[in-house]
């Protein structure tokens, strides 16, 4: 898997936007990025994942780089829900895991 | 669809003791996980299995054994249960269609976990 960094944390105000950076410079072609979070104390929860065009679902919209060693996921309207670990995966879907780093601990505050 | 369960949600036990952990999902999926979690870190893979009769050691198996006797079902064993085993347990399960062009063999879905103390 190729390594990522996040900054340890965030805040964010509520029915802002949240912009959450994760940096990949390593990632080889056939590596996805994914993006979980995790409310506390609770499971893990898979949001989005993309190869190298943006993607956007019902949670939220991701955002790759042209150059792939970089991306933004975000949260157009952000709540106190939102509160939570967002953690930034790279890896290939052959390897059939995932490793998890530290994450981002976004705070929204109201 | 309950999804991802694990039982027990809560359990103390003293150093020496074993237990058993069970995840269970009622999605059809071919791939389960045991992670674990230590306070302020991120989840951590001990065990995992690509099908029904099938283990793989993860990260850190030391201390832990799995078995997959049947395919919505994947547990978890402490023989001799350990202070630094003292976490937080969750299960996941995912489908991979094969295709790398999806990428949807990534998209785990997790357990609400179990909380270990070991005393």
């Known amino acids: 898997d190729a390594k990522t960094t996040q900054p340890p944390s965030m805040d964010c105000a509520e029915g802002r936007a949240a912009n959450l950076p994760c940096n990949h410079s390593?990632?080889?072609?056939?590596?996805?990025v994914y993006w979980y979070r995790q409310i506390h104390s609770q499971g893990p929860q898979y949001i989005i994942h993309?190869?190298?065009n943006n993607e956007t679902n019902e949670m939220a919209s991701l955002i790759i780089t042209e150059d792939r060693k970089s991306s933004t996921l975000i949260l157009p309207h952000a709540t106190l829900r939102d509160t939570a670990v967002y953690y930034c995966?790279?890896?290939?879907?052959?390897?059939?895991?995932?490793?998890f780093g530290s994450g981002t601990q976004l705070t929204v505050l109201p | 669809n309950a999804g991802v369960t694990q039982t027990p949600k809560f359990r103390v036990l003293k150093t020496g003791q074993s237990m058993t952990l069970l995840c269970a999902q009622d999605?059809?999926?071919?791939?389960m996980y045991w992670y674990r979690q230590d306070p302020g870190m991120g989840l951590r893979l001990i065990h995992y299995?690509?099908?029904?009769?099938?283990?793989a050691k993860g990260e850190v198996p030391d201390g832990y054994n799995v078995s997959r006797l049947k395919k919505q079902n994947f547990l978890l064993g402490l023989e001799s249960a350990a202070p630094s085993q003292t976490s937080v347990y969750f299960c996941?399960?995912?489908?991979?269609?094969?295709?790398?062009?999806?990428?949807?063999?990534?998209?785990?879905?997790f357990g609400p976990g179990t909380r270990l103390t070991v005393l």
């Open positions: 995966i790279a890896t290939r879907v052959s390897a059939r895991q995932l490793t």
């Open positions: 999605m059809n999926h071919e791939y």
């Open positions: 996941a399960s995912t489908h991979w269609d094969g295709s790398v062009t999806s990428g949807s063999g990534g998209e785990q879905f």
């Open positions: 390593t990632i080889s072609g056939n590596e996805y």
């Open positions: 993309g190869l190298k």
């Open positions: 299995s690509v099908g029904e009769g099938t283990t």
